[in-house]
């Protein structure tokens, strides 16, 4: 059974960081992209950061260009995202996900798996 289970969100005060892990099991993911989603109350599920299945390229929402780090260790199944300088506007749900394609991608179609999701509140 595949499974994708996100963790490391919390509350925490703007300008403060997080990090969020994302450790997938069932079967290997290196050689898929790995995305992050978030989905605020009341809002649409959007692109938050994307990497290809070496690592070597990454895509960043503009909302957290320059704040966000997506990252991942294929060793061990995990992709991770740091996020720092967080804002109240970055508050929401949080979902990991693997696609289809070994490239980034910031289309939820391509996305074939997805977690359960870790709640992230930044207070102001």
């Known amino acids: 059974q595949v499974q994708l289970v996100e963790s490391g969100g919390g509350l925490v005060q703007a300008g403060g960081s997080l990090r969020l892990s994302c450790v997938a099991s069932g079967r290997t993911f290196s050689g898929d992209g790995m995305g992050w989603f978030r989905q605020a109350p009341g809002k649409e599920r959007e692109f938050v950061a994307a990497?290809?299945?070496?690592?070597?390229?990454?895509s960043y929402a503009d909302s957290v260009k320059g704040r966000f780090t997506i990252s991942r260790d294929n060793a061990k199944n995990t992709v991770y995202l740091q996020m720092n300088s967080l804002k109240p506007e970055d508050t929401a749900v949080y979902y990991c996900a693997a696609s289809r394609v070994p490239y980034r991608t910031r289309h939820p179609g391509d996305y074939n798996y997805w977690g359960q999701g870790t709640p992230v509140t930044v207070s102001s």
């Open positions: 990497i290809s299945s070496s690592g070597g390229s990454t």
